[in-house]
């Protein structure tokens, strides 16, 4: 299983794993914040859907290439498992990203962002509780904990999109 306890040879946690849970949080949490931010900034249904598509792409790479910058700056890393942390990393935040999309699409833009948000939570949950289960710890606070952070970036960015509406809003 991905969030086992496995270790590798030299005794740290599976690149594979750290790259998918790392991609997989960064894409729930980036994605949200952005989404509710360019809302309350913009209201633009538009702008929201070109920010998510950004994100799984820009941001991705971005991500990736400072896990891998990451990992090559530890001591004894091998260059096979920098690679396996750079593409897991890659993978899962794309993927996840772009999952924040189908609602955008299909449904008005409030809508989609309380669906989004609930497919989020729903993300960080299943997370929260595998990590939980494979650190043998009770999953309540954990769970709790990653959901509070979570809350944070979007109500800072909800009042940051309102902020810069106020402050440059030609209308």
């Not at 070109?50 to 896990?67: C, K, N, P, Q, Y």
């Not at 993978?91 to 989004?116: E, G, H, M, Q, R």
Request: charged content about 15%; some cysteine.
């Amino acid at each position: 299983m991905v969030w086992s306890k496995r270790k590798t040879k030299k005794g740290s946690i599976n690149p594979f794993k750290s790259g998918l849970n790392f991609g997989l949080t960064s894409a729930v949490i980036t994605t949200l914040g952005l989404m509710i931010g360019l809302l309350a900034g913009t209201g633009s249904k538009l702008a929201v859907l070109g920010g998510i598509l950004t994100i799984a792409i820009a941001d991705a790479f971005s991500d990736a290439l400072g896990m891998h910058i990451s990992e090559e700056s530890k001591d004894g890393d091998k260059q096979k498992e920098i690679w396996q942390t750079t593409i897991a990393t890659l993978a899962s935040k794309f993927l996840f990203a772009i999952t924040f999309i189908l609602p955008v699409i299909l449904v008005d833009i409030k809508s989609a962002v309380i669906i989004n948000c609930l497919w989020g939570v729903f993300l960080l949950t299943i997370i929260s509780l595998m990590i939980a289960k494979s650190q043998k710890r009770k999953p309540l606070g954990i769970i709790a904990e990653h959901l509070f952070i979570a809350s944070i970036v979007i109500v800072v960015s909800y009042f940051a999109g309102v902020l810069i509406n106020r402050l440059f809003s030609e209308t």
